[in-house]
């Protein structure tokens, strides 16, 4: 048995490194004080929530918003929904950024952002994507109902783009194509990069998602455009100023250069459509912009 | 006498940390969507699978890490240092990872090999089961070691002189001398494999109906922006999750009674 005093060493290191590492993190910890102090100071920090979908020019985009302005945006990233999720239990935050129209929908309507704010950053331009050389040969949206191929698509309860392909294929496959695209789908995943990395990681052979998953990995991932009359609308990313914001002025400035045309040259150089007609360009039609599609009964699992 | 107190009170202290986190939950409680949760096909069959799944992982990681545990609690072998090292490795490298390494091996050569010729892994319910046993392999047979180190060698030696086999005896002695610790090992794992989300997810995707998981269920419930929903479901794996654990805790009580 192990004297009191022996213990006693190692108890009090224990003790002084939970002490310590507490102090260093509190030493190291941002200025906090900065948006909650309000008032007219422009505040040095804006606190982002953003779908991970469009990470990388993200990132660009707000490191060079902090060397314009000296304002630095933090971005929580994630899915679009939790990170909804996380700003409402949270109560802070300055924007949200999600990676689709309906989850701003969401947020309007729970009242999260303000919404005379909200403003279109891109356009996104649903595709089927597949392996880079096209191995299975996969040239058109009939090809997908090839029995033994194996096809993903993003959720379509949680995930924009999974809702996206579920209305190409209710509206241009046949009942019976249909039946055979539903046995060749293998699984729906979490996420708009999930859905991206089912390609990468030859998880599947085709995906139905965005043109601009193959800007994200151009060495993987190849996308094979639908003939315009195939695609019912196309998607766009919108940003708005949370209803939380202590400082909505300095928000509304980042939404104004994610707008300009410096951000929309970050956002061009990752593949994504800057303008309406960029996009429309790409499909060969103009084309409605967002809107709501209702996920038929069969599709939603009770 | 002052001691005894402090180290009570920090065994409450544990049960506040967590209590108070369970009973934070009410405050977002909405019974219907308990009684929705509860009445929805897809919830029981993600119930269900959750619960076939871990069982499944469990028994499959507790028959390799038995006998591994009881390796490298008695035999001295070239390579049991490494053996020992590695089995932190799911826990370091965190469950997202560790379903990303899991995917890239199925992309592999040896891996794609492996399921054009057996079974579908990725975005299936073997998937699944096998993200779970790589999960929680390492801890279990970590816990198991313990449990053996527990018990004197010397017993084992004794029947082995009075004539009986290595097997025999780590049958008719070890393992019943173990036991406690066995029980509490398998408890553990199988409290993990239910748990198990990052690696799941990853590797089996979240379709209803076919690889949904209880955990997964859950996050694809935030993933909505629907925290009341989510409270729901949290509620529903909590309570099945605890009070599977205390009947097995019963039951294997009555059975060594």
């Known amino acids: ?302 | 006498m002052r001691f005894r107190r402090v180290t009570i009170a920090c065994a409450l202290a544990v049960l506040a940390v967590y209590g108070l986190l369970i009973v934070s939950l009410f405050y977002f409680l909405d019974l219907s969507a308990v009684w929705q949760a509860l009445s929805s096909k897809r919830v029981l069959f993600s119930v269900q699978l959750s619960l076939v799944a871990a069982t499944a992982a469990t028994a499959i990681a507790l028959a390799l890490a038995i006998p591994a545990a009881y390796a490298l609690s008695r035999h001295d072998f070239r390579g049991r240092e490494v053996v020992d090292a590695i089995l932190e490795f799911p826990v370091i490298v965190s469950p997202a990872a560790l379903g990303a390494i899991i995917l890239i091996f199925f992309s592999n050569p040896l891996g794609a090999w492996i399921q054009d010729h057996t079974i579908q892994f990725v975005f299936a319910f073997a998937g699944i089961v096998l993200a779970q046993f790589i999960a929680v392999l390492g801890i279990a047979v970590r816990f198991l070691k313990s449990a053996f180190d527990q018990v004197p060698p010397r017993y084992e030696m004794v029947a082995r002189t009075l004539g009986a086999s290595p097997l025999r005896a780590f049958l008719t002695i070890s393992l019943p001398l173990a036991r406690r610790g066995l029980l509490a090992s398998g408890v553990l794992t199988w409290a993990k494999a239910l748990g198990e989300f990052g690696a799941t997810i990853m590797v089996a995707g979240t379709m209803a109906m076919r690889t949904e998981t209880l955990p997964i269920a859950i996050y694809m419930r935030l993933a909505n922006a629907d925290i009341k929903g989510t409270v729901a479901l949290i509620i529903v794996l909590l309570a099945i999750g605890l009070s599977a654990l205390y009947v097995g805790k019963l039951l294997f009580r009555e059975r060594h009674a």
């Open chain 1, 1 to 302: 048995m192990t004297s009191p005093k022996r213990l006693l060493a190692p108890l009090a290191i224990a003790l002084a490194t939970c002490l310590g590492s507490l102090a260093f993190v509190a030493a190291g910890c941002p200025d906090t004080t900065g948006s909650a102090g309000g008032g007219a100071a422009v505040s040095n920090r804006l606190l982002m929530y953003a779908g991970a979908a469009s990470k990388p020019a993200t990132e660009e985009a707000t490191k060079m918003f902090e060397q314009e302005t000296g304002t630095r945006v933090e971005t929580v990233f994630g899915g679009s929904g939790a990170v909804l999720s996380q700003m409402e239990l949270a109560r802070e935050g300055d924007l949200y950024f999600p990676g689709s129209s309906d989850y701003m929908e969401k947020a309007k309507k729970k009242g999260d952002v303000i919404a005379e704010t909200e403003a279109i950053v891109t356009y996104l331009v649903p595709a089927i994507c597949v392996q880079k050389g096209n191995p299975k040969n996969i040239r058109t949206l009939k090809d997908l109902t090839r029995p033994g191929l194996k096809v993903a698509i993003a959720n379509p309860e949680t995930v924009c783009v999974g809702l996206y392909a579920v209305e190409i294929i209710e509206k241009n496959l046949s009942p019976s194509d249909k039946t055979a695209f539903r046995a060749n789908l293998l699984n729906y995943t979490e996420s708009c990069e999930k859905t991206a990395t089912a390609i990468s990681l030859k998880q599947v052979d085709a995906v139905i998602g965005w043109s601009v998953f193959a800007d994200w990995d151009p060495e993987n991932i190849e996308a094979i455009p639908l003939p315009a009359d195939q695609i019912p609308r196309i998607g766009y990313i919108p940003i708005a100023v949370a209803s939380f914001s202590s400082d909505t002025e300095q928000a509304k400035r980042f939404i104004d250069f994610v707008t300009g045309s410096l951000g929309q040259a970050v956002f061009a150089k990752y593949g994504y459509f800057a303008t309406p007609e960029q996009a429309f360009t790409y499909v060969g039609e103009t084309k409605p912009v967002g809107g709501e599609y209702v996920l038929p009964p069969d599709w939603v699992t009770k």
